[in-house]
């Protein structure tokens, strides 16, 4: 099976990936988050150049259709820094669209074929497909966005990002979506930490699932000895194989180049040199390199309009 990851530059061979940084923002723009957008591009090349030079080789952005979402964009950020940047399409959770967004109209098919249209081109082509669950439920628009994604992961192979709100959820979306047709395997949980509980999220990772951990630098919910204790937890419960971390940058506030802190390097300026000295080098090789080129590789045969 020949795998490949999707960058905005095209796609590359997993092996290629090095260190990855799983969720970051470059652009995002959201009624939920007023005075916090950010969609400068300058500014987004100045953040991801210090992503790189703290040793990134490879960025995931999250941002999903309609929130600041800027292919091109993240196109000249990855031709300036030499970043390799996964676009994403898909979207949010039902909270960040306003009830008469147009997004809301649109059926499970109008989407799919939406997103399938932006992983396989033309144009700057995405490589995961970005859904979002709210607090402890599925709303309606969710549920429509989740068939969406799973008809467009069946025609494409590529992964599904999902936003968990507060880390819950977890094994109620895998299962839901396994019903539907997914594979766990294509299935990256994002926020768990928000939740930092091993028991319930070892049960999770128990179905195969991705766990995506993205607090580090945000104090204000948890201190990064937290994050870090979570991380042990899991890897003891045999699931250090199935980690990715991220920063999750997703507001000006968190950017330097806003004016802003702790800016995107400080999941590899801060906490990667901290979780090596505390949890070992083996584990951060992991985290950082070998299980990304996993999560985000997916097999390209359905593209090209072939029938599945
Ligand atoms: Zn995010």
């Known amino acids: 099976m020949l795998s490949v990851v999707r960058t905005v530059q095209g796609d590359i061979d997993p092996s290629q990936l090095g260190p990855t940084d799983s969720h970051e923002h470059l652009f995002f723009v959201t009624p939920l988050q007023p005075g916090d957008e950010f969609a400068d591009v300058d500014r987004a090349i100045e953040e991801a150049q210090t992503l790189v030079d703290a040793g990134a080789r490879t960025m995931v952005d999250w941002t999903p259709l309609d929130l600041g979402r800027d292919p091109q964009g993240l196109l000249r950020v990855s031709e300036a820094t030499g970043l390799q940047v996964v676009a994403a399409t898909g979207v949010h959770r039902d909270a960040h669209y306003p009830a008469d967004h147009p997004l809301r109209a649109e059926t499970a098919d109008a989407l799919a074929r939406r997103f399938v249209a932006d992983i396989e081109g033309p144009g700057v082509r995405s490589g995961v497909i970005k859904i979002g669950a709210s607090y402890h439920r599925l709303q309606p628009f969710e549920q429509k966005a989740f068939a969406a994604a799973v008809e467009a992961h069946q ?4 992964p599904l990002c999902v936003h968990t709100e507060h880390g819950t959820m977890g094994l109620g ?17 994002a926020h768990l930490d928000r939740n930092p509980d091993p028991v319930e999220h070892g049960e999770t990772g128990a179905s195969g699932a991705w766990l995506q951990l993205d607090g580090p630098g945000r104090a204000k919910y948890w201190p990064d000895s937290t994050v870090l204790q979570l991380i042990s937890d899991l890897a003891d419960r045999g699931l250090s194989k199935q980690l990715l971390l991220g920063g999750d940058t997703g507001r000006s506030s968190m950017m330097r180049a806003y004016g802003g802190g ?5 999941v590899f300026a801060r906490f990667k040199p901290r979780l090596e000295r505390e949890l070992g080098r083996e584990l951060s090789q992991l985290i950082f390199v ?6 985000f590789a997916f097999d390209p045969r359905f593209n090209s309009g072939c029938p599945r």
Do not use: K, M, Q
Not at 155 to 158: A, H, L, P
Not at 178 to 186: D, E, K, W
Not at 262 to 266: A, M, T, V, W
């Open 155 to 158: 025609r494409t192979g590529v």
């Open 173 to 189: 979306i895998v299962e839901h979506l396994r019903r539907l047709g997914v594979a766990p395997g294509s299935v990256i949980l």
């Open 262 to 266: 702790p800016g995107l390097d400080y």
């Open 290 to 295: 070998e299980n990304p080129a996993r999560a």
